[in-house]
């Protein structure tokens, strides 16, 4: 029930605005708040670090290199340096990195999709947390 309260959520929001919030890897992020909203990459942190680490990678990737499925296979293989560096991974952003590295989105990607749908599912993890008993959400602010 909360993965597809959160899936509608995006999809909505993605109708409505015309953002592309609706991407597989904030799906993703998505089932792992709906699914495993305790485990350490279901966290604020790891979603919003881990996503914004792998995205100014992979733009960094393709401004260099161009888009290719080469840069993506690159941006996804060295976004995990990052997140682990930082303490925050999450898996989901490693197919941020891929989107990047295959598109080649304008920098403003970070803020519209990436921080705007990782915040969509925060907010909205808390709120099934505070709504759904026994799905506490977050397990951790760190």
Do not use: E, K
């Not at 519209?112 to 709120?127: C, D, F, N």
Request: no cysteine; charged share 5%; net charge positive.
């Amino acid at each position: 029930m909360a993965l597809l309260v959160l899936l509608l959520l995006l999809a909505a929001v993605t109708t409505a605005t015309g953002l592309a919030l609706f991407a597989l890897p904030f799906v993703a992020t998505a089932a792992l708040v709906a699914m495993a909203p305790g485990a350490p990459f279901a966290q604020p942190r790891s979603i919003v670090v881990g996503h914004l680490s792998a995205t100014a990678l992979a733009l960094g990737a393709t401004a260099v290199a161009g888009p290719s499925v080469w840069t993506a296979a690159v941006a996804t293989a060295l976004s995990l340096a990052p997140m682990m560096l930082l303490r925050a991974p999450h898996p989901p952003a490693a197919a941020t990195a891929a989107l990047v590295g295959l598109t080649a989105p304008a920098p403003l990607y970070l803020l519209t999709p990436v921080l705007s749908a990782s915040a969509l599912v925060i907010v909205a993890g808390l709120v099934i947390g505070r709504a759904l008993p026994g799905h506490d959400y977050p397990a951790s602010w760190r």
